[in-house]
């Protein structure tokens, strides 16, 4: 069971274009992290969301927390070829006396010139 | 340029051989760990050590063996592994403790090839 959707799982549009990647889940998480990862590269943190509806901004990127803490999307505006990568959610959530970090399956941007 | 350090960045070995991952940071990050990355798909946590104590292990075969010989480095000592282990490995730090999750600082991982 993957406690964390994200969609779309591949994405190809043209420069200049706008998209929005989306993470759900029935579940409430007590953040909400944002990696991207480019060829060759590990994942890199674009942002933590952590208290529901919340929305913070990176340049062209969007981000927002769901109002109950169980979903995040990210958007992004006139989409440029260097924002091709791998877009990864990942949230943190208690799992008994721990808290756990799931990841959604990502999301493979691609942005043609 | 990361601030968690990997090395080798590629390896090649066969299924008898033994060869050792290593991390570095020196962010002063208390938690560490090594995840497996398969190509296109989202990282899979393997171990985390929080404040140098083992204290998760996502049920990885024995053939993987975590070290952590202080708080600025991690290893993965590998021994006889299979060619489904062929993967990126990458390691991450954070501040605090492993429990807290905090945002994660990876690296830019060893490219595993297991002949």
């Known amino acids: 069971t993957q406690l964390l959707e994200q969609s779309p799982q591949f994405l190809s549009i043209q420069e200049g274009e706008n998209l929005t990647v989306y993470c759900n889940s029935s579940?409430?998480?007590?953040?909400l992290q944002w990696y991207r990862q480019e060829p060759g590269e590990g994942p890199v943190l674009l942002v933590t969301?952590?208290?529901g509806g919340e929305v913070k901004k990176l340049k062209r990127l969007t981000f927002q927390f769901g109002d109950a803490r169980k979903d995040s999307s990210l958007h992004i505006t006139a989409a440029q070829p260097g924002d091709t990568g791998l877009y990864l959610c990942?949230?943190?959530?208690?799992?008994?006396?721990?808290?756990?970090?799931?990841w959604g399956l990502g999301t493979s941007l691609a942005v043609n010139p | 340029d990361t601030e968690v350090t990997q090395t080798p960045k590629h390896l090649v070995m066969g299924m008898t051989n033994k060869k050792s991952l290593k991390c570095e940071q020196h962010?002063?990050?208390?938690?560490m760990y090594w995840y497996k990355q398969k190509a296109k798909k989202p990282p899979e946590l393997m171990f985390v050590y929080s404040y140098e104590k083992l204290s998760i292990n996502e049920s990885v075969p024995s053939r993987f063996s975590p070290e952590c010989p202080n708080s600025s480095l991690l290893n993965l000592h590998l021994h006889a592994l299979q060619p489904e282990d062929s993967a990126l490995y990458l390691c991450a730090s954070s501040q605090g403790s492993a429990l807290d999750y905090q945002p994660q600082h990876f690296g830019d991982g060893t490219r595993l090839s297991i002949l």
């Open positions: 579940s409430v998480f007590s953040s």
């Open positions: 969301v952590v208290t």
């Open positions: 990942a949230g943190a959530r208690y799992a008994g006396n721990n808290r756990k970090l799931i």
């Open positions: 962010m002063g990050h208390r938690a």
